[in-house]
């Protein structure tokens, strides 16, 4: 049902739902004009001025001249058109949006934060880029010309390229001298493969539910705050009691689940609370979500108050993790997923640049691509080892189709084009003997790094720890796809894992084992009862070589 001639009169227009003619421009089929004059010459009434119609169809609202197909608001199909100064939306569940003493009526900033999920500021901030008119600069500086900005500022600067020539030769030269290093990581191989460690700018890590991402960024920023680097550690996920008690296990190379869960013995409590002052002693800072989540504009403070405390040097920002930022506030319309993360990796990218940071976001990855991060990857992406270039018999790892993994995100919106490196965690489909995963760092994607990826362990299901590979044999035989599987002796498998690890339960055995937890906790019975297995003095799990017989104690 169209709109009523009583209902365009309402909204200001002729009864064919055009504009007055006070309004038309000769032969513009009563678009509005561009330009409303006004005695305010502020930024707001500049944005104000512009055509709506345009900003309408810059914001990708379907129209048929004056009338709009569907309301961007409550996305009603009917009611809503161009009039003076914006556009209005005649339905009660508008009624409440955009001017407060018009109901329904949006102006062109109204428009922008609505549909782009922007503040004022930066909705005419958006107008000005796009429209061309002078909006907002902040006194001081305007980046890259060594002038001073203001309200009497052009809006666009050009940046002439021999400026930054000669500050570019110095800069690298102060990297060549070690005078500008990277941000280390945990592992020195996987360091090499991001070009030394995290260098300023916006690094994402990738990988599925159980990969060890969090662990990862975790043995990072200890790393980096040992080299006296500030870390800010963003936990999304985590609350203080679980982040406090991951760094201390970590330091003191204890499982934090134990502490977590109450089964750490008094030896182990002992431990922790020995890391504890050299724990405290580094420079790491942390921020958690609130009732209302944490929306991406606080990256921007969390940035800026790191930076101000620490206003030279390297600093580091792990986000962990992206999908749980949530919307903003003030927020008009719901903004999806997708759209919020394409926006706190283009934040991000930018936040990175402006403050020399170096920004770690962690991601998953969505459950569709978990296969994706396993053998299939091996295959898919091309993980091998290549003879290197230099002639020597060393060989060196390459991914041959890296593009497969870049865009394993969940919801990865541009993470591919904001991204300065993705390192994505791949976990390795066969087992070790010892029943410990491998997993693989592959870094898919480097700003000034070819594909190339390290192994890690998890060792013990506690922290990763570097395996060498010196050729692909090193690394366990992959499953033949469609291949029957041989069946599993049980009993010689949890033998074998008791042998070569440290257990004190039988989940630790199950989990290290692989295999089903029903039937292998069945096994760890009979191996007991039949003195085949038992528990020393401080209760560690060990294998009785025959003959020497054993308890038959009941788990």
Known sequence: MGISARGFQAMGLDENGNPPKE?????????????????????????????????????????????????????????????RGGWSCRHASCAGKGHPEKPGFRTNVDSTMELKGVGKVEAVKLLAGRFGFQGFTEAGPVPGTGTTGGEDQPVFELVSLGTLLAPAIERADKRRRGEEKPVPVAHEERGRTLGGGYWPGLHFCIAGTGAGKSQLVIEDSIAAAKSGIPVLYIALELDGFQVALRFLAEQARLPWSKLYRGTASEKQIQAAGAAVERVSDLPIYCDFAGPAGWPMSRLTAAVKAMRKAHPTGPIMIVLDYLQLIAAEPDERRRVELRERIGQIASLGHALAVDHDAAIVVVSSTARGNYGALGGDAVKAAGITMVKSRDGSFAMRKVVLNPDVLVGAGKESGEIEASADSVTVLVKWPSLLDTGERIVLAVTAKGRCTGASWSALVFEGGQRFVPFAVADMDDLPALPARGAAKEPVDIHARVLTVVAAGRFKSRNQIVDAAGTGRTITLATIRELVSTGQLTQDGDKWYRVVPAGEGGTSETL
């Open 23 to 83: 309004q038309r421009r000769d032969g513009d089929n009563g678009r509005p004009h561009p330009r409303a004059t006004t005695p305010d010459d502020s930024p707001f009434a500049r944005a104000n001025a512009v055509d709506p119609a345009e900003v309408l169809d810059w914001l990708g609202v379907e129209r048929d001249g004056t009338k709009i197909a569907r309301c961007p608001g409550c996305d009603a199909g009917s009611g809503v058109a161009i009039v």
